[in-house]
């Protein structure tokens, strides 16, 4: 297959950040060794999702790290144990990058044997209160805090992994309407308290086999759908806010513009058209990590976020690196709108797609304005 490359000089939008990063580059003696990678590579956000994996120790984030004995008094700043968050913290923003904050838990891979803190909160208004004050604390300085430039704030993550006897959930043992009830409390409280932050939910699972027969397809991912749909319209009536709505796929380019296109005729019918949506986990080849095929799917991925016909989003942030699937109908680099057959093309630019994308690609986003 022959492939060019054409950029010409004509620009017609800015190119959003598409680079953001997932976990932190967090080390188990929790020094800052590896953040000024972040810094060359002009990382703009890094979701803080799972950051106590193999190295987090359960020290850092999480609302069960940070308020650790739930009956304590909400309103005293000795009830929270900001140690470890407020060190990843000053570290993301000494190397430039602004934390994309994800207010819940850690994933529980192995809550077949037994879960731990993916149960619903026995206090919803507690729960909302708790994140008000960590918002508080990173925002406004309170508990001897910071006044960092924090944009979102992520409520819960995958509450969408449906719980059953034939389903095992790693994210949510709650029901659907019970993660709802949650939401909506804690994004009314963040946003009367703080309205300048964007707050939104519930990173999805994915839109996988969206275009499959409910018969079709298994019981966990017919109650995605549902989920989703549900949501929207019970926040809707319960006059919840709503800044962004954040998903993942785990999908390759071409599949994930058929979901991100899904998505977004499900928000417009919904009454959502112009709602701000982020990919915010996504990797389809974690395995071939360094290869040039690795590099060339990012590289399609980065392109393909630029020309889809989607109300502009700013951000969206991957376990590799962030992408936006919301842009402008046509691209900044070719000046006309690309197809899928363009897509499909450039999946198979492989030739120096690594140095595309670990150098040159985030370096000239940065500087085009």
């Not at 363009?342 to 370096?363: E, H, K, T």
């Amino acid at each position: 297959m022959n492939c060019k490359l054409i950029i010409s000089k004509q620009q017609t939008a800015k190119i959003k950040p598409m680079h953001a990063g997932g976990q932190p580059p967090v080390t188990s003696d929790a020094s800052d060794r590896y953040f000024h990678y972040l810094t060359e590579a002009g990382i703009p956000y890094s979701r803080l999702h799972d950051v106590n994996g193999a190295f987090g120790g359960y020290k850092y984030v999480d609302i069960p790290n940070i308020f650790r004995d739930f009956s304590a008094d909400v309103d005293d700043p000795e009830s929270y144990d900001f140690t470890f968050t407020d060190l990843l913290l000053k570290q993301l923003v000494n190397a430039g990058v602004e934390p994309y904050y994800r207010l819940g838990v850690t994933i529980e891979n192995a809550a077949k044997v037994k879960s731990y803190w993916i149960d619903p909160p026995s206090d919803y208004d507690k729960w909302a209160s708790i994140c008000e004050h960590i918002v508080r604390h990173y925002t406004k300085g309170w508990a001897n805090g910071y006044y960092y430039k924090i944009t979102y704030w992520e409520i819960w993550g995958e509450a969408d992994d449906l719980n059953s006897p034939n389903h095992v959930s790693q994210l949510w043992n709650g029901s659907a309407e019970d993660y709802y009830r949650l939401y909506t409390k804690t994004a009314k409280l963040l946003k009367e308290k703080h309205p300048e932050i964007k707050v939104g939910g519930y990173g999805a699972i994915g839109f996988y086999h969206w275009y499959k027969k409910e018969e079709e397809r298994r019981e966990e991912v017919n109650y995605r759908f549902s989920f989703f749909r549900n949501f929207i319209k019970y926040i809707d009536e319960h006059d919840a806010p709503i800044d962004f709505f954040s998903w993942h796929s785990y999908s390759d380019t071409r599949a994930t513009v058929g979901y991100d296109n899904w998505l977004h005729e499900e928000l417009k019918s919904l009454g959502h058209p112009e709602l701000e949506t982020h990919l915010n986990e996504w990797d389809p080849y974690a395995e071939e990590l360094g290869t040039g095929h690795h590099a060339a799917e990012i590289a399609a991925m980065m392109i393909a976020m630029l020309v889809l016909p989607h109300p502009p989003s700013s951000v969206g942030a991957v376990s590799l690196g962030v992408v936006s699937l919301s842009a402008g109908a046509s691209s900044p680099l070719s000046g006309k709108s690309l197809s899928r057959s363009d897509i499909d093309n450039v999946c198979a630019f492989g030739i120096g797609a690594s140095v595309l994308w670990s150098y040159s690609v985030p370096r000239y986003i940065r500087t085009v304005e």
